[in-house]
């Protein structure tokens, strides 16, 4: 195991510059996960670590030593990649004892970790088999098995479950999770899928346009976003955004609306107003709203609404006679209300 340290890093392709001077540190054990809408520089950041990529500036340091210009083989860290990269003709059990062949390991030490790993991902009866006669997801059980044999300080995932079908990506998130309880590995995720960061995290990074906007545990983000755009990434349902200004102590927005405000908030110079889906509920008086669509999901009713010119969703953990086009009141939950500033900065 290993703490990673990523030190104002940078990364330019020729004029263009991808990474802008991000920072951050990941403790040893820690499972850390690089979130973000594609573009945003998270997969390099992730092969810089690798030492896939080149780094333009700054520094990255694994168990504090600077590993900028060692080579990836030496860095003592094993990565698994969204396509699996198995070899097609090999067998699980030659796939997975590939990279130890390669380091000049004997047979015995190779069959030896081998069988240990293929023990802990549930892989013994498939070891003779090749990757055509696997399924996606012990296709990508085995990549992880070829990153365990090697007992690794960090290891590295780019996306391994967006190949997978969602209750696949699900059956498939927790046993990650399990893994890494059960060694104990620095583990750094990259993923668009703001879902799978928030179930596995220990500590999430938040990646915008190759900087970063937030860094925290999952629900330390969830709950106090350092702005709209963190506020809007984290969730699904996303937080509903109004846009508007307060007066005469409430928050007022198009189609002559008013949201209630805690009176902390009464003299804010906020232009946002943030409140979670599940945060709004319905009332016999409040805020007016239009429903639009009604999403039973069993468990679950999700209605989309319009409140003056705007919409929002919200998440009631019950099921409810409601219909389309019916007038319904909302109120929100006061301790559960954010301002932001006109800048998307968090102010209340």
């Known amino acids: 195991m290993a703490s990673v340290a990523i030190d104002r890093v940078q990364k330019q392709y020729g004029a263009a510059s991808v990474l802008h001077g991000v920072s951050a540190d990941i403790e040893d054990g820690e499972f850390v996960t690089l979130v973000g809408p594609s573009g945003c520089g998270k997969s390099t950041l992730l092969r810089m670590l690798a030492g896939l990529e080149d780094i333009s500036g700054g520094e990255i340091r694994i168990d504090g030593r600077v590993v900028n210009d060692v080579a990836p083989k030496e860095r003592d860290i094993a990565m698994v990649f969204q396509s699996y990269a198995l070899y097609p003709h090999m067998t699980v059990r030659e796939n997975m004892g590939f990279a130890l062949k390669l380091q000049g390991r004997d047979k015995a030490t190779i069959n030896k970790l081998v069988s240990e790993a293929a023990g802990i991902l549930a892989l013994e009866p498939l070891l003779e088999r090749l990757p055509k006669q696997l399924s996606g997801g012990q296709r990508q059980r085995v990549a992880m098995g070829r990153a365990i044999v090697r007992h690794p300080k960090v290891f590295l995932f780019d996306e391994p479950l967006s190949n997978l ?184």
């Not at 990646?207 to 629900?219: N, Y």
């Not at 943030?274 to 008086?285: K, V």
């Open 165 to 348: 079908d969602a209750k696949l990506r699900v059956t498939m998130r927790s046993e990650i999770k399990e893994l890494h309880q059960r060694l104990g590995t620095t583990i750094v995720y990259v993923t668009h899928d703001q879902i799978e960061a928030m179930t596995m995290a220990d500590k999430i990074v938040v990646m915008r346009a190759g900087r970063i906007e937030q860094i925290g545990k999952p629900l330390d983000l969830y709950d106090r976003p350092d702005n709209t755009f963190v506020a809007a990434f984290i969730g699904s349902p996303s937080m509903n955004l109004f846009e508007g200004g307060i007066s005469d102590g409430s928050f007022r927005i198009g189609g002559g609306v008013s949201l209630p405000l805690p009176p902390q908030f009464s003299h804010s110079a906020a232009r946002t107003y943030g409140i979670r889906p599940e945060d709004l509920d319905i009332a016999e008086t409040g805020i007016p709203a239009t429903v639009l669509t009604v999403e039973p999901t069993g468990a679950e009713t999700h209605l989309s609404v319009r409140v003056g010119t705007q919409t929002a969703t919200i998440v009631l953990h019950r099921r409810v006679d409601i219909k389309p086009d019916q007038q319904i009141h909302l109120a929100p939950k006061s301790e559960k209300i954010h301002l932001f500033s006109a800048e998307g900065n968090r102010i209340g």
